[in-house]
Nanobody
Framework: VQLQASGGGLVQAGGSLRLSCAASGSTSSVYAMGWFRQAPGKEREFVSAIKWYGGSTYYADSVKGRFTISRDNAKNTMYLQMNSLKPEDTAVYYC????????????????????WGKGTQVTVSS
């Protein structure tokens, strides 16, 4: 499975962006997909995840209520709608996927994913 993230950019604090992650290849094997981010000088951190079939969603506390993850199975695309952006949301955002068999959400949050896309830069100015 190949993943391609897009939609990053520069936005002012309080603004919105929508990230997309297009999947290609053997997408029927995907169990869950998620977004992670890495800010300069910091470790990569979990942002959000979604089960590909069923649609259960999970969020980091830092983005809960501001970000919404979704997916379009027909288009093999995952989205991350980011509202009320803050300067601390500035990071490179990566999309990732976990293939079947299922993994615990804890494992997914730790980044135990099988597929990774190249990142897209999100910069939030104050």
């Amino acid at each position: 499975v190949q993943l391609q993230a897009s939609g990053g950019g520069l936005v002012q604090a309080g603004g919105s962006l929508r990230l997309s992650c297009a999947a290609s290849g053997s997408t029927s094997s995907v169990y869950a997909m998620g977004w992670f981010r890495q800010a300069p000088g910091k470790e990569r951190e979990f942002v959000s995840a979604i089960k590909w079939y069923g649609g259960s969603t999970y969020y980091a506390d830092s983005v809960k209520g501001r970000f919404t993850i979704s997916r379009d199975n027909a288009k093999n695309t995952m989205y991350l709608q980011m509202n009320s952006l803050k300067p601390e949301d500035t990071a490179v955002y990566y999309c990732a996927g976990h293939r079947s068999p299922p993994a615990t959400i804890e494992a997914i949050k730790r980044g135990l994913m099988n597929y990774w896309g190249k990142g897209t830069q999100v910069t939030v100015s104050s």
